[in-house]
């Protein structure tokens, strides 16, 4: 990987989700989100239009990164690939995607939620990893006593984050940016 997932987080402390059910819609919000100072979007995967809109996307802003979100198998991986997408992200995680992701051009950034899943990261080589769903799996707390015996991890919390505690997940030391849907989510077009 010549991107590395650590650099995609050190771009802005917020990565917008865009969940889209037109390519129309992803132009717009994701017009919106740059005329607001972010370079990075990360689409999920998880309506048809998912990946036409990452082409798009990347066609009409070329100078900004656009990620997959939802990947749940190699199969999104390679379509996102395909697509355009310029990293990959998941909710959470398997042996076969984190071997298949190694081998791809795109970073990977898979999901954890307990101390087994990241040391089943770790040693798959991975330390940049999603926390999700963050509110619902202790937040700030369990993100804090992670940090005790994965020092070296750094979390992109994601999952119930809202304008009211964003800052609380950005105030930890482990946590150099957090992604979500709240400021797109009552965005209709
Ligand atoms: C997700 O994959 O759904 C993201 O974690 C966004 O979560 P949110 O919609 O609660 O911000």
């Known amino acids: 990987w010549t991107l590395k997932p650590a650099g995609i987080l050190a771009i802005h402390p917020i990565l917008p ?3 889209v059910d037109s390519v129309a819609q992803a132009v717009a919000v994701g017009n919106a989100l740059i005329e607001g100072g972010h370079s990075v979007l990360e689409v999920t995967l998880r309506t048809p239009v998912a990946l ?3 082409t798009e996307l990347r066609r009409i802003f070329p100078d900004v990164l656009v990620g ?7 199969s999104d991986y390679d379509q996102a690939i395909k697509a355009g997408a310029q990293f990959a992200v998941s909710p959470g995680q398997t042996e076969v995607l984190l071997h298949h992701a ?11 939620a307990s101390a087994s899943e990241i040391m089943l990261a770790l040693a798959h080589g991975y330390t940049c990893l999603k926390f999700f769903p963050a509110e619902a799996s202790g937040g700030v707390a369990v993100l804090k006593a992670f940090g005790g015996p994965f020092p ?3 979390f992109c919390p994601s999952g119930g984050i ?3 505690n964003v800052q609380d997940y950005l105030a930890l030391s482990n946590v150099p940016a957090v992604s979500g849907s709240w400021m797109v989510s009552d965005v209709a077009i």
């Not at 997959?68 to 190699?74: E, I, K, R, S």
């Not at 190694?102 to 954890?112: C, D, K, L």
């Open 17 to 19: 989700v865009l969940v």
């Open 52 to 54: 036409d809109a990452i």
């Open 162 to 164: 809202t304008a009211a």
């Open 152 to 154: 070296q991890v750094r």
């Open 68 to 74: 997959a979100g939802t990947v749940l198998n190699t």
């Open 102 to 112: 190694r081998n791809q051009t795109i970073p990977f950034i898979p999901g954890v």
